[in-house]
């Protein structure tokens, strides 16, 4: 009867071990969503004011009269309006 209450006692305390594991596993766990959530807000927060400046943009490069190419660093072309598109004589298989 000895024995086997001491294996319950030692089971136990294996038992509360690894219950102390998980606990502290779960904490960092929940440490860790904290942050991705911190992360996703500001994220969020940066994705709606890029949409917003680059809605901006494309109002101001649709609208403008002012010849807007558009380079990339290779200086090829990206994006043109109407008035680059009249000026230089540019048609759509222009940009690349």
Do not use: W
């Not at 969020?44 to 380079?71: G, K």
């Amino acid at each position: 009867m000895r024995a086997a209450n001491e294996e319950i006692l030692s089971s136990n305390e294996e038992l509360q071990v690894t219950n102390e594991e998980f606990e502290s596993a779960r904490k960092e766990i929940q440490a860790t969503n904290e942050e991705l959530n911190t992360i996703n807000h500001e994220l969020q927060r940066r994705n709606v004011e890029v949409t917003l400046v680059s809605n901006d943009l494309q109002y101001l490069f649709t609208s403008t009269n002012i010849s807007v190419p558009i380079l990339g660093t290779d200086l090829k072309i990206r994006h043109f309006n109407l008035a680059a598109e009249i000026i230089f004589n540019l048609i759509p298989t222009d940009k690349g």
